[in-house]
């Protein structure tokens, strides 16, 4: 069986590479064009990466403490899986047309 | 927009809905939650979104004519994409004078397949439009680039010389 909680950090670290790249391209255009789009831009990304990396941090302070909180942990797991998921594709497709 | 200039926008929306009999009576705003019918004024958002949502996005309080959902559109591709930057030069290059790639190319000291692409990308963006001809075919803006050029104009002076 799948493993709900591992396949949601592993999402989690897609999405951190993910917008590592976004990030990257929205600096290189905010060093060229100062302007609150796009210091905007890169403010959104970051806080994106903020979020995902709450996330990973969340899933190591669950399965370091105790097995009650990881047991139930577990029987939430895919909703967090999905959440992630349904975020690696939105963040694809804006890393597919920021590349292009 | 100020908070006293959106407060005065809506109740003058709402004394007009008023007026024109909107409400089913009158007599029915005001009363008390847990009377018969409290009617809240929820159908005037959208238009109020409409017009003001983007109303950040002008210096000029809305005074130029541009529409701010191309601008919108214009700022995503030239700050928001790779080569963004390229992108907006070559729209500033071909602004008077329509150009072939190859001149672009030189103007611009590009590479002509990144030209390509660019031109490719603004054309299926619609915001320029290709001639005729196959062989070193001009590239134009299109008619809502030339209608926006002020926006245009307002992020080139944010490039500025670098």
């Known amino acids: 069986m799948l493993d709900f909680m591992l396949a949601a950090v592993v999402a989690a670290f897609l999405n951190i590479g993910l917008l590592l790249v976004t990030i990257g391209t929205y600096i290189q255009n905010m060093r060229v064009i100062r302007s609150y789009y796009t210091s905007g831009l890169v403010l959104v990304a970051a806080l994106l990466m903020i979020q995902n990396i709450v996330i990973v941090i969340f899933w190591f302070?669950?399965?370091m403490d105790d097995k009650?909180?990881?047991m139930s942990a577990d029987m939430v797991a895919h909703y967090l899986f999905a959440i992630n998921v349904i975020q690696t594709v939105g963040l694809s497709v804006l890393v597919w047309i920021t590349r292009r | 927009m100020s908070c006293l200039e959106v407060l005065k926008y809506l109740t003058r929306?709402?004394?007009e809905t008023l007026q024109s009999g909107f409400f089913i009576s009158s007599t029915n705003v005001g009363q008390s939650v847990f009377g018969t019918t409290v009617v809240f004024p929820i159908f005037l958002f959208p238009e109020i979104i409409s017009r003001n949502l983007f109303s950040f996005l002008g210096t000029d309080n809305g005074q130029s004519q541009t529409d701010p959902r191309f601008k919108m559109i214009l700022w995503f591709i030239i700050a928001g994409t790779r080569g963004g930057?390229?992108?907006?030069?070559?729209?500033?290059?071909?602004k008077d004078t329509p150009m072939n790639a190859n001149k672009i190319a030189k103007v611009l000291n590009l590479d002509h397949k990144t030209v390509i692409h660019h031109v490719q990308i603004l054309s299926k963006n619609d915001l320029v439009v290709k001639a005729q001809k196959d062989y070193g075919a001009e590239y134009k803006l299109s008619q809502i680039m030339q209608k926006n050029q002020k926006v245009l104009e307002e992020i080139v002076e944010k490039i500025g010389t670098k």
Do not use: D
């Open chain 2, 13 to 15: 929306n709402v004394s």
């Open chain 1, 61 to 63: 302070t669950l399965y």
């Open chain 1, 68 to 70: 009650v909180l990881m």
């Open chain 2, 85 to 94: 930057v390229n992108r907006a030069k070559i729209l500033n290059l071909i």
